[in-house]
């Protein structure tokens, strides 16, 4: 079996070749969803992108950069913002960003992030940029169903692209234990 894209470039040129590895292929992902963004003319590129594609090409080994850790952590994220936003009321306020964080955005984003660690700890599928999708939506920063929908297309997208890359280039998820 040939050895992995990865692989060959530590070897070669130790932390600088898992650097370039990692940070090349986090531009074109993230290049990606951000053209799907400016396509739907809807937010497909957001924060918890970010941290999520980093796991991807920095450490592919590790548990939580796994697809399923991605797909079920961010969809828990999700569904845990968008419902404790929902039942505090929220979701036609001035998010926390624009209008000024409020008690009830702090009770919203603390029990978002709470309930989404309980899940996923729960599930044995820890993801931690999941935290930040749950205060993204808890917080009302993306919170209209538009944009929630949006948000799950783009962490497919990522997720699907990213570890296509991956597999592509050699490179397998942890297994699972």
Not at 59 to 79: C, F, W
Request: hydrophobic letters at 50%; glycine letters at 12%.
């Amino acid at each position: 079996m040939k050895t992995a894209l990865l692989d060959r470039a530590k070897q070669r040129w130790d932390k600088l070749g898992a650097a370039i590895y990692a940070g090349v292929l986090g531009i074109v992902v993230l290049a990606v969803s951000g053209l799907a963004g400016l396509l739907f003319h809807l937010p497909w590129l957001f924060p918890s992108l970010g941290p999520t594609v980093m796991l991807f090409f920095e450490s592919p080994e590790q548990k939580a950069s796994r697809p399923i850790n991605t797909l079920v952590g961010h969809g828990v994220g999700l569904a845990a913002g968008a419902l404790c936003l929902y039942v505090l009321g929220l979701q036609d306020q001035p998010s926390a960003a624009v209008g000024g964080l409020t008690p009830l955005h702090v009770l919203s984003g603390v029990l978002s992030v709470g309930l989404t660690t309980l899940v996923l700890t729960w599930l044995g599928l820890p993801h931690p940029p999941a935290g930040a999708t749950t205060l993204i939506v808890s917080l009302g920063i993306l919170s209209a169903p538009v944009q929630l929908v949006s948000m799950a297309g783009a962490i497919v997208l990522v997720t699907v692209v990213g570890w296509g890359l991956n597999a592509l280039l050699g490179t397998r998820p942890a297994g699972r234990t």
